[in-house]
């Protein structure tokens, strides 16, 4: 997949400088680590104003996700990879709540004074509610990451073969 290719040709000197272990688990941190740093990158951009930027980097975001949601073994993994799929789904879908958010009221608004205060309250909801999706699927990619981190290396042996 593109979004998959590009990340890892990104990454690729971090797996040569010693970097995780290239297996599914390995795989899955840098993937993480990507969906990371794009969602602070958006984060940014959203705070900054700058929507398209904003976009590039929550699409990214959203790709990266899908690519480990698409990973999952739903047959063999049982209620675990069920319960993942579900979460990674809903992390795009809050990805998706942050990418509608708006820092400004488009232009030729407001006409009025009271447009003005209702499209500048409608701003920074939107703002806010932008950030707190963003911030809420850190937090949910960021313990996802550190369940993996503390998975047993016996697991992880036994899941490559």
Known sequence: MPATVSFRASHGSRLAQGGPAVNPYGIAQLLMDGALERIEAAREHLVNGEQPERQSQLRSAVM????LRADLDLPRGGAIAANLD????YMCRRLGCAACGARAFPEGMPRSDGEQANACAKGAADLQNGIAALDEVSHLLD??????????VEVRVASRN
Do not use: F, K
Not at 64 to 67: A, Q, V
Not at 143 to 152: E, F, G, H, I, K
């Open 64 to 67: 990266i996700i899908s690519e």
């Open 143 to 152: 313990a996802l990451q550190s369940a993996w981190n503390y998975m047993p």
């Open 86 to 89: 579900d979460l990674y789904d």
